[in-house]
C-alpha cells in the first residue's frame, strides 16, 4: 500500500489530482423512481467496450476480401480456439447494444432530459446512435453471405434515391456500381477505422457532458429527489452499475452459447437474390414501411417520399431541443410527450408485426 | 382424309386437279422473293384454311430467311394475278400429298451445299434418315396416316425446334407424337399398343424433363430417334440407355447377365428397368421375391439369388448408415454447430453409394462391397465429427453454467458490498 500512496503522491504533485478527487468524491446520481433509466448509458457503454475487445479479436483472423472473407469467418468460428464465443458474442453484442442505445434514447427523451442546456449531449447521443446504426450495417456485409449481401445491396440502393447527390452517393458506398469485394473493403475500413474513431470521439464528447452538467432530473421528480439521499458515484453507483453491466455479460454468454450467430451460405454475386431478405431488426421498421409506400404518390416516387419523410422526421427529433420551447423551463409540452409515444409505438409495432410476418 | 394428312395440309389449291403426287424438285434452290403476291392475296380471303397459312408465314423461320411461299409451292408470286401465280405451268404445287413432302422438304434440307446459305449448322441427313424410319417405310409402302415432315414440325409457322414454341421442342415433342401415337385404335393397326406415351409420363425422365425443367432429360425421340425414328431392338437397347448412363453400361458389358440376356433374347435395361415407364430404380428390387426384378430369371437358393441377397445386404447397411449419420449431423446443425467438413464427408458417402448402385450392373458382389465399404468408412468419419460437435455442445453449456455461476457469485458480492455500504 505504501507503494500505492507514494504513486498517488508523485502523479498528483505532477498533474494536481485533487480536483478531480473532490469532483468524484462529491459526484452523485439522483435518487427517484426512475433513477433505473440512469443505467442504460452505462449499459449501452459496456457492450461497445464488448464490440471493441471482440472486434479486436476478430481482427486477428478476419480478411476482408470477397474471396476470403466468408471463408475466414468460417475458420474462426470451427478452428480457432473460442473463436465461435467471440464471434457470437460480437454479433449479439452489437444487437443489445443498439436495443440499449434506443432505450437509453428513449428515457431520456420521456424524461424530458434533452432540454436546456443538455441539447449538445442529445446532439451527440443522437449522433451516436446513428453511428451505431452504421456499425451494425457495416458490419452485416462482413461475414459475406447471401443475406448480407443482397441486403446491402437492397440497403445502398435507398442512397441512390437522394436527390442530386444519389448516384454519386451509392458509388462512394458501394466503390462502383454493384456490391462487390469493393464495397466489402470499404465497409470494412468504416467499420473499423471511420466509424469506431468517430464514436470515441463523440463518446468522449457525450460523457464529457454528463459529467459537467450531472444527471437529469424531470421537473415531476425534483420533489422526490430532494427528499431521497442521492446515490453516491463512487463507489456506490458504480458498483450497481457493475451489477447491471455482469447481467449483459450473462445474458451474452447464454446467448453465445444457445443460439450462436449463424453464418449463412458464401455470398454469390450471380446468383438470384433469396427469399425474405431483411435488413437487422433495427432497420425494420424503416424497411417495412418503404415496401407498403406505393410506387408512385402525389406524382413523387413512392420510395423517395418515404426517405423524404424519414429524413424530415429525423431531423425533428434532432430538433427536438429546440423545437419544445416549454422544455427549457421544464414544462415540456403534451405534444412532445405523445410524439415520443407515437414514434415509440410505431417502431416497436412494425418492428414486432415484422417478425410476426403481417407484411409478408 | 386423316388427322397426318390434315397436320400436312398446306394451302388448298384452287385450280382443279392440282394434288400433284411429288412436286417438282426446285431447279436448283428456291430463291428469294421480294415480289410476293401470295401472303397479300390470302390474307384476305374468307376461308381459313386458304387465310391462315398466310398468317401463320410470318412466323415462319423459312419466311423469316427470305423463303416465301412459292420456295415450296412454286409459281409465280411477283404477279397478283391468281391465275398466273397459280399455274401449275409454272410450277405451282398446291396442297401437297403426304408422299410428297419429305421429297419435298428434302429437295432442301438435303442440299449440304444450299443449306450452308442459311443454317449451316443442322445436319443435312434427316430425308435419308426418314426413309428407313418406321414412318418412312410405312409412307413408301402406300400407307398415308404415318407421320411426315409435317405432322411434327407443322406446315406452315415452322419454328426452329430450338423454339420453345415449336412442336418438337423438348418440353412439347412427347405431346407432338402422342397426337398419333396416343390414338390406340390407329397405333393398334401398326401392331402397337398406343399406350407408351402414357406409360412414359409415369417416368423419372418425363418428370425431370417436367418438374425439373431438364431439356436433357431424354423424350420419345432421344431413344427412338428423330427423322429414322424406330423403335431399338433388343440388341441396341443397352447402347441406347448407354448414351447417357455411361458407366452403367460399361459395368453390364463386363457383368455375365450380357451373354446371359442375349443367349435368352432378353433387352438388356428393359428386362429389369421396362422400357417407357422407367421408374427411380430401388434397392428393394434387388431379390428374387414378388415384385423383386431377379426374381424373373433366378430362384430361390440359386447362385444369382444368394449374390442378390448379399449386393442387398449392403447396400441397406450402407444406406442406413448414412441415413442414421446425415440425421445426427443434421441435429448437431440445428444446435448450431457449423459441419461442413461432415457435409463433405456424408456427399463422399453418397458419391460411393450412387458408385455401389452403379456397381450393381456388374452384379459382382466384390465390387459393390468395395463400394459399400468406402460408404461405411465415410460415414464413421462423419459420425465421428458428430461425435465431436456434440462434445463441444455439452463443453460449452457446462462452460455457460460455469461462467453463469462466477458472474451470480459476483453479483451477489456486488449486491452485498453495496448493501453493506449503503446501511
Not at chain 2, 420456295?71 to 397478283?80: F, M
Not at chain 2, 428374387?288 to 430369371?297: E, I, T, Y
Request: charged share 20%.
Amino acid at each position: 500500500m505504501r507503494a500505492l500512496d507514494k504513486l498517488w503522491q508523485a502523479l498528483d504533485e505532477r498533474l494536481e489530482l485533487d480536483p478531480i478527487v473532490e469532483f468524484v468524491a462529491h459526484k452523485v446520481v439522483p435518487r427517484h423512481r426512475h433513477s433505473w433509466a440512469y443505467y442504460f448509458g452505462g449499459f449501452t457503454m459496456f457492450f461497445f467496450f464488448v464490440q471493441v475487445a471482440t472486434g479486436i479479436l476478430l481482427l486477428l483472423y478476419y480478411r476482408p476480401t470477397a474471396e476470403a472473407a466468408f471463408e475466414s469467418v468460417q475458420f474462426i468460428v470451427t478452428r480457432v480456439p473460442f473463436g465461435w464465443l467471440v464471434r457470437s458474442v460480437h454479433s449479439w453484442s452489437a444487437n443489445l447494444m443498439i436495443l440499449s442505445a434506443f432505450a437509453h434514447m428513449f428515457s431520456v427523451y420521456f424524461m424530458g432530459s434533452y432540454a436546456k442546456p443538455r441539447e449538445l449531449t442529445w446532439w451527440s447521443g443522437f449522433a451516436l446512435l446513428g453511428l451505431a446504426m452504421g456499425f451494425g450495417f457495416s458490419g452485416y456485409l462482413l461475414p459475406w453471405n447471401q443475406l448480407s449481401f443482397f441486403a446491402t445491396q437492397v440497403g445502398t440502393d435507398m442512397v441512390s434515391k437522394v436527390p442530386f447527390a444519389g448516384a454519386w452517393l451509392l458509388k462512394f458506398l458501394r466503390g462502383g456500381n454493384e456490391v462487390t469485394g469493393a464495397t466489402l473493403t470499404r465497409f470494412f475500413g468504416f467499420h473499423v477505422a471511420v466509424l469506431p474513431m468517430l464514436t470515441a470521439l463523440l463518446l468522449a464528447g457525450h460523457l464529457a457532458f454528463i459529467q459537467r452538467q450531472g444527471m437529469h432530473v424531470p421537473a415531476s421528480l425534483e420533489e422526490e429527489a430532494k427528499k431521497r439521499k442521492p446515490i453516491r458515484f463512487v463507489p456506490n453507483f458504480m458498483l450497481r452499475e457493475g451489477v447491471v453491466w455482469l447481467l449483459g455479460l450473462a445474458a451474452l454468454a447464454a446467448l453465445a452459447a444457445f443460439f450462436p450467430w449463424e453464418l449463412g451460405i458464401k455470398a454469390d454475386p450471380f446468383s438470384s437474390a433469396p427469399a425474405g431478405i431483411k435488413p437487422e431488426w433495427y432497420f425494420l421498421f424503416m424497411f417495412e414501411t418503404l415496401k407498403l409506400l406505393p410506387a408512385h404518390l402525389l406524382g413523387i416516387e413512392g420510395e423517395l417520399l418515404g426517405l423524404g419523410a424519414f429524413a424530415l422526421g429525423g431531423l425533428v427529433w434532432f430538433l427536438v431541443p429546440v423545437l419544445d420551447r416549454g422544455g427549457r423551463v421544464g414544462r415540456r409540452s403534451r405534444a412532445f410527450l405523445a410524439l415520443g409515444w407515437v414514434v415509440l409505438a410505431y417502431i416497436v409495432g412494425f418492428t414486432f408485426a415484422s417478425f410476426a410476418g403481417v407484411f409478408k | 382424309m386423316t388427322r397426318q394428312l390434315a397436320n400436312a395440309t398446306l394451302a388448298i389449291l384452287l385450280a382443279a386437279g392440282a394434288r400433284a403426287a411429288v412436286p417438282p424438285a426446285p431447279a436448283g434452290a428456291p430463291g428469294k422473293h421480294a415480289d410476293d403476291s401470295c401472303i397479300g392475296c390470302h390474307a384476305k380471303l374468307d376461308d381459313v384454311r386458304l387465310r391462315k397459312p398466310a398468317e401463320l408465314a410470318t412466323a415462319d423461320i423459312h419466311h423469316a430467311q427470305g423463303i416465301s411461299c412459292a420456295g415450296c409451292h412454286g409459281g409465280d408470286p411477283t404477279s397478283g394475278d391468281p391465275t398466273v401465280a397459280m399455274d401449275p405451268r409454272k410450277g405451282f404445287v398446291g396442297k401437297f400429298a403426304p408422299r410428297a413432302i419429305p421429297e419435298m422438304c428434302g429437295s432442301c434440307h438435303s442440299n449440304a451445299a444450299y443449306m450452308l446459305r442459311y443454317a449451316p449448322n443442322i445436319p443435312t441427313d434427316q430425308l435419308s434418315q426418314y426413309r428407313t424410319s418406321k414412318h418412312g417405310l410405312a409412307l413408301a409402302k402406300g400407307a398415308t396416316d404415318v407421320a411426315v415432315c409435317s405432322s411434327c414440325h407443322g406446315a406452315h409457322g415452322v419454328r426452329p425446334p430450338s423454339d420453345a414454341r415449336s412442336p418438337v421442342y423438348p418440353t412439347r415433342v412427347v405431346d407432338t407424337c402422342a397426337r398419333c401415337h396416343a390414338d390406340v385404335a390407329l397405333m393398334n393397326r401398326y401392331g402397337i399398343k398406343g399406350n407408351e406415351v402414357e406409360e412414359y409420363k409415369k417416368s423419372v425422365h418425363y418428370a425431370a424433363l417436367t418438374e425439373k425443367n431438364d431439356l436433357s432429360a431424354p423424350t420419345c425421340k432421344s431413344c427412338h430417334g428423330a427423322h429414322g425414328a424406330t423403335p431399338p431392338g433388343v440388341d441396341s437397347v443397352a447402347n441406347v440407355c448407354g448414351t447417357c448412363h455411361v458407366s452403367q453400361l460399361e459395368r453390364f458389358d463386363l457383368s455375365p447377365h450380357k451373354d446371359a440376356f442375349t443367349a435368352m433374347d432378353q433387352p438388356a435395361c428393359e428386362a429389369c428397368h421396362s422400357n417407357h415407364a422407367i421408374g427411380h430404380p430401388q434397392d428393394s428390387w434387388i431379390g428374387v421375391a414378388d415384385k423383386q426384378v431377379c426374381g424373373a430369371c433366378h430362384s430361390a437358393g440359386d447362385a444369382g439369388a444368394v449374390a442378390a441377397a448379399t449386393i442387398s445386404g449392403a447396400l441397406s447397411k450402407a444406406a442406413a448408415s448414412e441415413a442414421a449419420v446425415r440425421e445426427r449431423v443434421g441435429r448437431v446443425k440445428r444446435a448450431g454447430m457449423l459441419m461442413d467438413a461432415a457435409d463433405i464427408k456424408l456427399e463422399e458417402a453418397h458419391q460411393s453409394y450412387v458408385m455401389a448402385e452403379v456397381e450393381i450392373h456388374t452384379v459382382t458382389v466384390a465390387r459393390v462391397e468395395k463400394q459399400t465399404q468406402a460408404v461405411l468408412a465415410a460415414t464413421s468419419a462423419a459420425d465421428k465429427d458428430a461425435a465431436a460437435a456434440e462434445a463441444e455442445i455439452r463443453f460449452r453449456r457446462t462452460g455457460l453454467f460455469v461462467s453463469l455461476a462466477v458472474i451470480a457469485v459476483a453479483m451477489v458480492t456486488l449486491a452485498l458490498k453495496i448493501r453493506s455500504m449503503e446501511r
